[in-house]
């Protein structure tokens, strides 16, 4: 049963954050933002419509989601006078209360992500590291765990490029994953995650450390401006195989971009290689392989931006390719983050997808700093 003090601290929570949001001001915006929509011109020029649309329903979702909230905790304040009075079971009064504070949790996480790439969707990569099939299966499973995160979030999941490993797992897959703040929520997984675990894969029964990389960058959209310069992209074609391209492998449909990125800043050029097998037409393939393209210039043009931002902010902990963020020991049933110490022992569970509580944890330390990567 729920303290007095959990009720008020409840209601004031709430209280706070419809402060924080200005649900008030939203309402107001709301109504403004769909008169435009009214608009006899309104669909004249189709990417301000779609800029506009997406506007009025990511109000709509604020609001509506605060009032959800605000709906709850005052049900569970009824239902806690109704306990008092023999009418309501203890039972009854504790599941009002873990649906009110979950709803309250989630809408105080979604209100850290302010940031204009935090709402959008997001390509997420997996590399297995070192270690041949080991790190190869523990990719997969990384994999696994994201799908289903995904599915518990209602995102939808893309598969658009994927190679399996020599005898089991994947070397490398590279997933879309499109929802409301899957960037957000997910830009916290981006790093090195560590495996302890008795392999499966060695005879002796020994205890083996593995090692994947996983790197997440805004998926970008058609409203989202990015210059890819022509001339510096070349194409090559191969025939899909293996799992994710097992239906087009008798012809040439995959296919593999490459751009020669030059730095803006120090002049130095890299190649930029992208293959996408998630289609069993080609120029869907180069479609798809043109999408990501743009959403990795946008990710270096945003990282150049935060960079120059983590000058401020050098004494903070900060992800970069190569850090460990987090370990996975299976034996010792330990799940810990070493960005910010938390940690779970039902590694079952985030196996599973349950990785909010790893999420919320970053948002918490690094939401109040001006660079949250």
């Known amino acids: 049963m729920i303290t007095s003090e959990q009720l008020k601290d409840i209601q004031d929570r709430t209280e706070q954050l419809g402060h924080y949001l200005d649900i008030d001001a939203k309402k107001i915006e709301l109504e403004e933002a769909q008169l435009h929509?009214?608009?006899?011109?309104?669909?004249?020029?189709?990417?301000?419509?779609?800029?506009q649309m997406k506007k009025v329903k990511e109000l709509e979702n604020w609001i509506k989601g605060y009032e959800?909230?605000?709906?709850?905790?005052?049900?569970?304040?009824?239902?806690?006078?109704?306990?008092?009075?023999?009418?309501?079971?203890?039972?009854?009064?504790?599941?009002?209360?873990?649906?009110?504070?979950?709803?309250?949790?989630?809408?105080?996480?979604?209100?850290?992500?302010?940031?204009?790439?935090?709402?959008m969707s997001c390509v997420l990569k997996i590399n297995s590291g070192?270690?041949?099939?080991?790190?190869?299966?523990?990719?997969?499973?990384?994999?696994?765990?994201?799908?289903?995160?995904?599915?518990?979030?209602?995102?939808?999941?893309?598969?658009?490029?994927?190679?399996?490993?020599?005898?089991?797992?994947?070397?490398?897959?590279?997933?879309?994953?499109?929802?409301?703040?899957?960037?957000?929520y997910l830009k916290s997984e981006n790093g090195v995650h560590r495996l302890v675990r008795v392999s499966p894969y060695n005879a002796q029964g020994k205890r083996m450390t593995s090692f994947a990389s996983v790197f997440v960058t805004p998926l970008v959209d058609d409203t989202i401006?990015?210059?890819?310069?022509?001339?510096?992209?070349?194409?090559?074609?191969?025939?899909?195989?293996?799992?994710?391209?097992?239906?087009?492998?008798?012809?040439?449909?995959?296919?593999?971009?490459?751009?020669?990125?030059?730095?803006p800043d120090t002049g130095e050029e890299e190649e930029i290689l992208i293959e996408n097998t998630e289609s069993r037409k080609q120029l869907e393939n180069r479609e798809n392989a043109m999408r990501l393209l743009r959403s990795q210039l946008y990710d270096r043009a945003l990282q150049k931006r935060k960079a120059e931002q983590a000058r401020i902010e050098a004494g903070k902990k900060k992800i970069e390719w190569g850090s460990q963020i987090r370990s996975y020991v299976f034996d010792d049933r330990r799940v810990k983050d070493h960005r910010t110490g938390y940690q779970t022992s039902d590694v079952g569970a985030v196996m599973d997808g349950d990785i909010d509580g790893f999420?919320?944890?970053?948002?918490?330390?690094?939401?109040?700093?001006?660079?949250?990567v």
């Open 130 to 184: 070192a270690g041949g099939t080991e790190s190869q299966d523990w990719a997969q499973m990384l994999m696994r765990m994201y799908m289903r995160y995904a599915e518990k979030h209602g995102y939808k999941v893309t598969i658009s490029n994927l190679q399996d490993g020599e005898e089991a797992g994947i070397k490398t897959v590279t997933m879309e994953i499109e929802g409301e703040y899957a960037y957000g």
């Open 37 to 51: 929509t009214q608009a006899p011109d309104f669909w004249d020029d189709p990417k301000s419509a779609e800029k």
């Open 225 to 263: 401006e990015v210059y890819v310069d022509p001339s510096k992209i070349s194409w090559d074609l191969f025939r899909s195989g293996g799992a994710g391209g097992q239906n087009v492998n008798k012809v040439e449909t995959g296919v593999r971009l490459r751009y020669r990125y030059v730095d």
């Open 359 to 372: 999420i919320k944890a970053y948002l918490m330390e690094f939401a109040d700093t001006k660079d949250l």
């Open 68 to 119: 959800e909230v605000k709906t709850d905790v005052s049900e569970l304040a009824l239902a806690v006078d109704f306990h008092k009075e023999g009418m309501v079971e203890e039972a009854e009064v504790d599941a009002d209360y873990k649906r009110a504070i979950d709803k309250l949790e989630a809408l105080e996480m979604k209100n850290m992500l302010r940031r204009e790439e935090d709402e």
